[in-house]
T-cell receptor, first 110, second 112 residues
Framework: GENVGLHLPTLSVQEGDNSIINCAYS??????FIWYKQESGKGPQFIID?????DKRQGQRVTVLLNKTVKHLSLQIAATQPGDSAVYFC?????????FGKGTTLSVSS | GAGVSQSPSNKVTEKGKDVELRCDPI?????LYWYRQSLGQGLEFLIY????????KSGLPSDRFSAERTGGSVSTLTIQRTQQEDSAVYLC??????????FGPGTRLTVT
């Protein structure tokens, strides 16, 4: 089965709202997680990562939260813009490759 | 600098034909990965090359799939006797380490 999965396949928000994309994982030994953004017709693009010894990490307009107790992480996007519309994946390095969840499609309307 | 490039961007082939997909990684990246993405799905790991080490082929779905990496740079993914279930986007990524992988735009393969 999958190491990582997402709660909702789609999320629709209005421009300017904050977006929260969730991800659950099953491997308690995972020590590193990555969020990728994939725009239509393109390959995934690295957004932000977090190590298991952290609870929170902030980037530009994005914040990732990690709750190891319930094996859950989330990606928060502040002031969502139309350019944020994409599929978002959480990924877990497992051995020699990344294990990706199925993705959440974020749609931002003006 | 240039990113990861893949060719062709689209490939339509008839069932039973062989196809070759090419990946040009970022110069200097020692690691190269192939993934497959079916419609609406996440990425499925296929194969991993690291330097001169033997590749990790554990993700290849069948013996119809093979890959080579020549001179530690360009890689070719070959699918023999293609089947309709092989239809997907094939993504290549390169990196200096496992965590920060840089992806190409992918090759969309359609088997008719």
């Amino acid at each position: 089965g999958e190491n990582v999965g997402l709660h909702l396949p789609t999320l629709s928000v209005q421009e300017g709202d904050n977006s929260i994309i969730n991800c659950a994982y099953s491997n308690s030994a995972s020590d590193y997680f990555i969020w990728y953004k994939q725009e239509s017709g393109k390959g995934p693009q690295f957004i932000i990562d977090i190590r298991s010894n952290m609870d929170k990490r902030q980037g530009q307009r994005v914040t990732v939260l990690l709750n190891k107790t319930v094996k859950h992480l989330s990606l928060q996007i502040a002031a969502t813009q139309p350019g944020d519309s994409a599929v978002y994946f959480c990924a877990d390095p497992a051995g020699t490759a990344l294990i990706f969840g199925k993705g959440t499609t974020l749609s931002v309307s003006s | 600098g240039a990113g990861v490039s893949q060719s062709p961007s689209n490939k339509v082939t008839e069932k039973g034909k062989d196809v070759e997909l090419r990946c040009d990684p970022i110069s200097g990246h020692t690691a190269l990965y192939w993934y497959r993405q079916s419609l609406g799905q996440g990425l499925e790991f296929l194969i991993y090359f690291q330097g001169n080490s033997a590749p990790d082929k554990s993700g290849l779905p069948s013996d119809r799939f093979s890959a080579e990496r020549t001179g530690g740079s360009v890689s070719t993914l070959t699918i023999q006797r293609t089947q309709q279930e092989d239809s997907a986007v094939y993504l290549c990524a390169s990196s200096l380490d496992l965590h920060e992988q840089y992806f190409g735009p992918g090759t969309r393969l359609t088997v008719t």
